[in-house]
Nanobody, 124 residues
Framework: QVQLVESGGGLVLAGGSLRLSCAASGRTFSSYAMAWFRQAPGKEREFVAAISWNGGSTYYADSGKGRFTISRDNAKNTVYLQMNSLKPKDTAVYYC?????????????????WGQGTRLTVSS
């Protein structure tokens, strides 16, 4: 089992940057592929980025390519999402998810564990 706690959300101006963090409990964090999803008001949850167990492979939704970077520190049981050049349409609740597998995926149904989310608001 792994428990996930996101942090780092807040209010930022368009064009700004922010880094989200997701801290995981448990001693087997390196056995999990990790991902970030987001859900904007009135919309379905969507994939943002994912990373394999050792960080050797990453995958991004088109919406974040070139602006977002996912990374992980297995020694700290933490996964990060660095977001640059933020836009108002990035406004959403961002969720961290874990999958007990080495490889990442972009489908929410692949992930077994979810955090409670952290809210990001980007104002124009």
């Amino acid at each position: 089992q792994v428990q996930l706690v996101e942090s780092g959300g807040g209010l930022v101006l368009a064009g700004g940057s922010l880094r989200l963090s997701c801290a995981a409990s448990g001693r087997t964090f390196s056995s999990y592929a990790m991902a970030w999803f987001r859900q904007a008001p009135g919309k379905e949850r969507e994939f943002v980025a994912a990373i394999s167990w050792n960080g050797g492979s990453t995958y991004y939704a088109d919406s974040g390519k070139g602006r977002f970077t996912i990374s992980r520190d297995n020694a700290k049981n933490t996964v990060y999402l660095q977001m640059n050049s933020l836009k108002p349409k990035d406004t959403a609740v961002y969720y961290c998810a874990a999958r007990l597998a080495y490889s990442e995926g972009s489908t929410s149904g692949l992930y077994d564990h979810w955090g409670q989310g952290t809210r990001l608001t980007v104002s124009s």
